[in-house]
T-cell receptor, first 112, second 115 residues
Framework: NAGVTQTPKFQVLKTGQSMTLQCAQD?????MSWYRQDPGMGLRLIHY???????DQGEVPNGYNVSRSTTEDFPLRLLSAAPSQTSVYFC???????????FGEGSRLTVL | AQKVTQAQTEISVVEKEDVTLDCVYE???????LFWYKQPPSGELVFLIR??????QNEISGRYSWNFQKSTSSFNFTITASQVVDSAVYFC????????????FGPGTRLSVLP
């Protein structure tokens, strides 16, 4: 049972570089979401998707893009990384908007 | 707007002590869901409990118990006879359900259980 798989686990970028955080789930969940975790701020929602082809913004969407071409995959793209995007990123999936979130192991991103 | 407050930033207890983690929430909806997650030092997020707003029964699971009080908008978490393995950051979260995904997490409480 893989659950939610995120890659990479660690990444260091320079300001202005782009990258994609990958997220895949094998539980056939319709809902997927991306959160960032910063010290003292809990987890904040970046973007979410309620199904293939449907995405929407969360609390902190600026600087991030997402797409959902399949039920399984929900990549998060940073088009031009900034030091403020240094954080730990978590992908999650769930069966509904208020269902238990199943989280990936997290991806630690450092932007220099 | 929904909000979750965890006023205790850090708590330290000695093993076998009982400890309560506080969670206060704000929402205008009558239907909502409350959660607790645990984040051990290894970093993963572990689901502990989900409670809907219509179920005010307290719940006990082993050494863990949860006290849900709508009158005070609180959903507190008690660990009885704490153990070193309980050391973690604990997050309380609120979802108003409906369309979309609108989880709001509290800032977390870091619990250290000392041997």
């Amino acid at each position: 049972n893989a659950g939610v798989t995120q890659t990479p686990k660690f990444q260091v970028l320079k300001t202005g570089q782009s990258m994609t955080l990958q997220c895949a789930q094998d539980m056939n969940h319709e809902y997927m979401s991306w959160y960032r975790q910063d010290p003292g701020m809990g987890l904040r929602l970046i973007h979410y998707s309620v199904g293939a082809g449907i995405t929407d913004q969360g609390e902190v969407p600026n600087g991030y893009n997402v797409s959902r071409s399949t039920t399984e995959d929900f990549p998060l793209r940073l088009l031009s990384a900034a030091p403020s995007q240094t954080s730990v990123y978590f992908c999650a999936s769930s069966t509904s908007g208020a269902g238990e979130l199943f989280f990936g192991e997290g991806s630690r991103l450092t932007v220099l | 707007a929904q909000k979750v407050t965890q006023a205790q930033t850090e708590i330290s207890v000695v093993e076998k002590e009982d400890v309560t983690l506080d969670c206060v929430y704000e929402t205008r909806d009558t239907t909502y869901y409350l959660f607790w997650y645990k984040q051990p030092p290894s970093g993963e997020l572990v689901f502990l409990i989900r409670r809907n707003s219509f179920d005010e029964q307290n719940e006990i699971s082993g050494r863990y118990s949860w006290n849900f009080q709508k009158s005070t908008s609180s959903f507190n978490f008690t660990i009885t006879a704490s153990q070193v393995v309980d050391s973690a950051v604990y997050f309380c979260a609120l979802s108003e359900g409906g369309y979309g995904q609108n989880f709001v997490f509290g800032p977390g409480t870091r619990l250290s259980v000392l041997p």
